[in-house]
């Protein structure tokens, strides 16, 4: 072989390298990007862990229940103080009771409420089995509530009771739209076969009034009704859905009902999420969510849900910038516009305006009457 030769089948052979270096490099560049595996040297702090070496002793007595301050206290490496309880006192600690908000229940502010005036005071499992199958007219809600011989207060029926009167009421409004004759008419019906079947003589406001105020409160809720959904774009490689749990996760997102949802939780138990992160679907139930490509994701605010105390724009705009930064992406309108950070300056100025006019209609964001209101 020549000089030549030689000299050919070595730039042909770095040619070949740099071809297959490139389409490597290439390919690696548009995967998806994937979620780092948990680093077992760091604490969930993401500061490195303190190493103990393998053991059951604890310095406590066996069986003895640790509190929260001791759980932490172990958490930081050090070894929490003695605390025996007695089992007897044990048994007789007070149970944390489980808070969860109360809803109250019918309210003129957006009910149209009939009265239902018994002849004889009716059981709470005589009214439950006259409760209609559906708790709906049409698309709005209904309900029937009683007054309590024993507390004097409004419920729903329950066993055991004892019910001196009744209430029958609809929702004037909602999302779908305000009430019609139709669903009035609806109403009517499921509240005057309650009445019949516990002995009560029902007293219905008058249908064309209350449908005018129902299509008064439909207007007031569409004009003041703000849902606030950004899109959060990839710049250059797609990302895996565990990706977006991940860097999502560092934000206090948790996973949501549905695939392909996350939702950052309310300060307080049983209210709506603050925001919303969602991205597709099929992307999310994908067999190798590795290889699932995903371009962007939508984060979402329902203003009228959520209580203006918890400030739900500041934090939107805080985690936008923190995931974009993180992931590498680009903050878009929904329709792939990127925005500029100096454009959410008057949707924040827009939101303390619409906050105060909730507020002046006794409607404040966040309140049960809007979440009621706005659904």
Known sequence: MSTLQLSLAIIGGLVLALIVAYNTWTTRR????????PDP????????????EPGFDTGLPTGTPLTPEEFQELDRGREPTAHVVDPTEALQMPVPAFSLERRPGLDPLIDVIAPLQAE??????????????????????????????????????????RYQSFQAGVQLANRMGALNEIEYSEFVMKAQAFADAV??????????????????????????????A??????????????VQQNAARLGFVAG??????????????????LTLAYDTQAALADDLD???????????????????EQPFARLREIATALCQGMDGVLC?????????MAMDPIATDLELLYDQLDGRELSAGSVLARRLFS
Do not use: C
């Not at 548009?30 to 595996?37: G, S």
């Not at 009034?209 to 849902?227: K, T």
């Not at 939780?265 to 209210?271: C, E, I, K, R, V």
């Open 291 to 309: 290889q699932s490509a995903i371009r962007d994701v939508t984060l979402s605010l329902d203003v009228p849900q959520v209580n203006r105390a």
């Open 41 to 52: 040297e760091l604490d969930r702090t993401g500061e490195p862990a303190l190493r103990q």
């Open 199 to 228: 002995n009560a003589a029902p007293d219905f406001p008058d249908m064309l009034q209350e449908v005018a105020r129902a299509r008064e409160l439909d207007q007031f809720a569409g004009d003041h009704d703000a849902q606030l």
């Open 120 to 161: 004889q005071l009716v059981s709470g499992d005589a009214a439950l089995a006259a409760l209609p199958p559906t708790r709906r007219a049409g698309s709005k809600p209904f309900a029937i509530e009683g007054l309590n011989e024993a507390t004097q207060q409004w419920e729903t029926p329950a066993p055991g009771q």
């Open 257 to 274: 009902a549905m695939p392909g949802r996350l939702v950052l939780p309310a300060s307080a138990h049983g209210l709506p999420p603050i």
């Open 30 to 37: 548009n995967a998806p990007k994937r979620a780092l595996p």
């Open 230 to 243: 950004f899109m959060l774009r990839a710049r250059q490689a797609a990302w895996s859905p565990g990706y």
């Open 333 to 341: 309108d929904q329709n792939g516009t990127p925005l500029p950070a």
